[in-house]
């Protein structure tokens, strides 16, 4: 079993920054990635950027030049900075940890981006 917790949201300004961490606890070794999602009311999760045990990261087209996600998940310090944050940013964020079997999910924190 793997528990995650994300913290780091909150009320920010167009063109604001934030900084999301994805704490995990548990069986930390078995995790073999964390992924960051997000979902703003009435549309789906939508995937936001990922990071795997090896170091390599990705993106969805729309946060690149804006969001990093680093940090190691061997060290457990898996972060997500996001800057030049835009109103279309507004959603809840969740990190996912995958194992070769499961996944799991935080409870997510609210990022609010105002204009």
């Known amino acids: 079993q793997v528990q995650l917790v994300e913290s780091g949201g909150g009320l920010v300004q167009a063109g604001g920054s934030l900084r999301l961490s994805c704490r995990a606890s548990g069986r930390i070794f078995r995790i073999k990635t964390i992924t960051w999602y997000r979902q703003a009311p009435g549309n789906e999760r939508e995937w936001v950027a990922s990071?795997?045990?090896?170091?390599?990261?990705d993106y969805v087209d729309s946060v690149k030049g804006r969001f990093t996600v680093s940090g190691s998940i061997a060290e457990n310090t898996v972060s997500l900075e996001m800057n030049s944050l835009k109103v279309e940013d507004t959603a809840v964020y969740y990190c996912?940890?995958?194992?070769?079997?499961?996944?799991?999910w935080g409870q997510g924190t609210q990022v609010t981006v105002s204009s």
């Open positions: 990071i795997t045990r090896s170091g390599s990261t």
């Open positions: 996912l940890a995958r194992t070769t079997s499961e996944g799991y």
